[in-house]
């Protein structure tokens, strides 16, 4: 895959061109960067083309506030602030190591648009009803995802979740915990990113009643005790 065609495909302005390949050139100049695809021509499309397909998604296209929850190496949310200048985009990642390289990255990419947040999504409380988008790739179940996002998002916002195959028993469980939440799940989308990509979704959740507020409850507890799961058994 080849990064004109990826700009064409979603309408690039020619300038992401040459920042998509400078950070493609960044992860593939740090043996230390945190992902294991670093080499250009598997990156292209395992991370660029990935990331940018949720521009099929038009809340995606309409954002203007962002938060990449659990960025990692800042896939989606590096490649998205190049398709969408006129966004902030705030990577929310609690380890060290891994803001540091998405910080490397953003420059080298002349990224001015973007803050990298050191911290875990419960705990961002600068980050509480400011988000219209909230992303999440390879980062937690569902109902967990919902629970990250639905305090950061305001009314009619959205949570766009990177998911591969389908799972009937995560998908129930996240429509209980959206519930709960003041979501409700709109779409699940299936996408081919690049030739080659099976069973990639991405599952759309709108904000539509206020969040409770005794969420975001304290780090690490949407995983230990997720939402959905307690109601399995009257779903």
Aim: charged share 25%.
């Amino acid at each position: 895959m080849e990064l004109v065609s990826l700009a064409e495909r979603y309408g690039l302005a020619s300038s992401a061109v040459s920042q998509l390949s400078a950070l493609l050139d960044a992860l593939a100049a740090d043996l230390h960067a945190p992902t294991t695809i670093r080499q250009p021509d598997r990156a292209v499309a395992t991370h660029l083309a990935d990331s940018l397909v949720a521009l099929e998604l038009p809340a995606v296209r309409d954002a203007r506030a962002i938060a990449d929850l659990g960025a990692g190496a800042g896939f989606p949310g590096l490649p998205l602030a190049i398709a969408l200048p006129s966004a902030r985009v705030a990577l929310v990642e609690s380890v060290a190591r891994k803001c540091a390289f998405i910080r490397t990255a953003a420059a080298a990419a002349g990224l001015t648009n973007v803050d990298v947040v050191p911290e875990r999504a419960e705990a961002w409380a600068a980050g509480i009803g400011t988000r219209d988008l909230v992303t999440a790739r390879a980062l937690a179940p569902l109902a967990v995802l919902a629970e990250y996002a639905a305090p950061l998002l305001v009314q009619d916002g959205v949570l766009v979740a990177w998911k591969g195959r389908r799972d009937p028993q995560e998908e129930r469980d996240a429509v209980a915990a959206a519930g709960e939440l003041g979501l409700a799940v709109e779409e699940i989308r299936s996408v081919n990113p690049y030739p080659g990509a099976e069973h990639r979704h991405l599952h759309v959740l709108r904000k539509l009643a206020p969040t409770p507020d005794r969420f975001p409850r304290r780090p690490g507890m949407a995983r230990k005790r997720p939402l959905g799961a307690k109601n399995r058994d009257t779903l």
